[in-house]
């Protein structure tokens, strides 16, 4: 008995009665304590809110080519950067030694070249010696031959010497012809050599010009200029190649990014239309980006900004945006209801509508439809005109009428 005390004291405390009819539970509570609103007629736009965030729409990553200890950072995250700015250095010993190391291989072929084509040289140089002198013996020797072959003819001088001077002609004209094909095939191989020679430091070359412009891309620069909105970078610090070490904004054009839940997967698509709300402004803009991927119930889009929008620099990139994506219009003739807390607790399934006396309500079935940021749309069960309970229910949910003073 005095358990069953203390809850009548208590509920007479609050305000509230509860008591059995025949027509079912009953109970009485302040009606200052409620919130009540009027059933409309209007227009309907069923539209989805978020709050998403403004990005750049030319975002420029900042990844490292060669990877390296952060040797000296130049700038911090946030700051406006100039094309070609240098960022960061970072130190490779390994790099800078395998440069030395391709240098030091093309100046070695490029001296080998030299001495061959030095030793090259000294031997056309003794080629054509032998061959002048061949040639100078060979016309010497003719030049006998002419005179004496008279004699010989007159038996003045014996033939033998003759014969002698055949054999020696010979002897110099077969030395001139080997001298001659051995001139022609050193030169063959001397521009094999040569061409082998040239395309082996022309790769040498190369591999030294990319070696050198990676150990240059040591020192990041600025690929465009813009905010440096994100630079993960510290002194002493070791990065891998490929380790991204920032992004960079460009200023210009705006995007919205937003997370919507999965549910909305198949009723947004590209070009539907978006309200923003940004420093007061709304703003008319669309959808120009969907990510399919669902990740945690949750899928991302992308809304454009106007090309104008934003050039007077009142926006920043990472500012919260409100977003109403407006999913469908409805009816200029739709009944609707402001969203309440007794949307939590009745499902929408129910409500209480009041009496034409406003000292009363009634538990009533209803069939709520789509919902937007203010309204939810009344499919069935009310009328324009009745005045019905929108605050929470918690203190009366069991209750199917309500006596209000």
């Known amino acids: 008995m005095l358990a069953a005390s203390g809850v009548v004291a208590a509920l007479l405390v609050l305000g509230v009665s509860v008591g059995n009819r025949a027509g079912g539970q009953e109970q009485k509570l302040s009606a200052r304590t409620l919130t009540t609103a009027t059933v409309r007629e209007g227009r309907f736009d069923e539209t989805l809110s978020v709050r998403g965030t403004?990005?750049?729409?030319?975002?420029?990553?900042?990844?490292?080519?060669?990877?390296?200890?952060?040797?000296?950072?130049?700038?911090?995250?946030?700051?406006?950067v100039e094309k070609g700015q240098p960022l960061v250095r970072l130190a490779n010993t390994n790099l800078q030694l395998d440069v030395i190391s391709r240098e030091a291989q093309i100046a070695e072929q490029i001296n080998f070249q030299r001495n061959n084509q030095l030793l090259a040289e000294n031997s056309r140089l003794q080629l054509r010696t032998d061959i002048l002198d061949n040639e100078n013996r060979a016309a010497h020797i003719r030049d006998k031959i002419a005179r004496l072959k008279p004699l010989v003819e007159q038996a003045l001088v014996a033939s033998r010497e003759m014969t002698e001077l055949e054999e020696d002609l010979r002897y110099y004209t077969e030395r001139n012809r080997i001298a001659r094909e051995r001139q022609r095939q050193e030169e063959a191989i001397r521009a094999r050599q040569e061409v082998q020679m040239r395309?082996?430091?022309?790769?040498?070359?190369?591999?030294?010009?990319?070696s050198r412009r990676?150990?240059?891309?040591?020192?990041?620069?600025?690929?465009?200029?813009?905010?440096?909105?994100?630079?993960?970078?510290?002194?002493?610090?070791?990065?891998?190649p490929g380790t991204r070490l920032g992004q960079i904004d460009v200023p210009g054009s705006y995007r919205v990014v937003a997370a919507l839940d999965e549910y909305y997967l198949n009723r947004v698509s590209i070009g539907l239309p978006a309200i923003l709300t940004i420093n007061g402004k709304r703003v008319e803009a669309s959808v120009s980006k969907i990510d399919g991927r669902v990740e945690a119930g949750k899928f991302q889009v992308d809304v454009d900004l106007p090309?104008?929008?934003?050039?007077?620099?009142?926006?920043?990139?990472?500012?919260?945006?409100d977003i109403?994506?407006?999913?469908?219009?409805?009816?200029?003739?739709?009944?609707?209801?402001?969203?309440?807390?007794?949307?939590?607790?009745?499902?929408?399934?129910?409500?209480?509508?009041?009496?034409?006396?406003?000292?009363?309500?009634?538990?009533r079935s209803i069939k709520l439809g789509e919902r937007n940021k203010d309204d939810v749309q009344v499919v069935s069960g009310l009328e324009a005109g009745e005045v019905v309970i929108v605050s929470s229910y918690s203190a009366f949910d069991k209750a199917d009428n309500l006596i209000l003073n």
Do not use: C, H
């Not at 395309?199 to 990319?210: G, M, T, Y």
């Not at 020192?219 to 440096?228: N, Q, R, S």
């Not at 090309?307 to 945006?321: L, M, T, W």
């Open 214 to 240: 990676v150990l240059d891309q040591l020192t990041v620069k600025a690929p465009e200029a813009g905010f440096l909105s994100q630079f993960d970078v510290e002194l002493g610090e070791s990065k891998t």
């Open 199 to 210: 395309d082996s430091i022309a790769v040498l070359e190369k591999n030294l010009a990319e």
């Open 54 to 80: 403004l990005g750049s729409r030319m975002t420029i990553y900042l990844d490292t080519i060669a990877g390296g200890f952060v040797e000296e950072k130049f700038v911090q995250p946030g700051v406006f």
């Open 307 to 321: 090309e104008e929008f934003g050039s007077d620099g009142e926006i920043k990139v990472g500012q919260g945006i």
């Open 324 to 363: 109403d994506f407006v999913l469908g219009a409805g009816s200029d003739k739709a009944l609707m209801i402001p969203r309440g807390a007794f949307l939590t607790d009745t499902g929408g399934n129910w409500i209480f509508v009041l009496d034409k006396d406003g000292d009363g309500a009634e538990r």
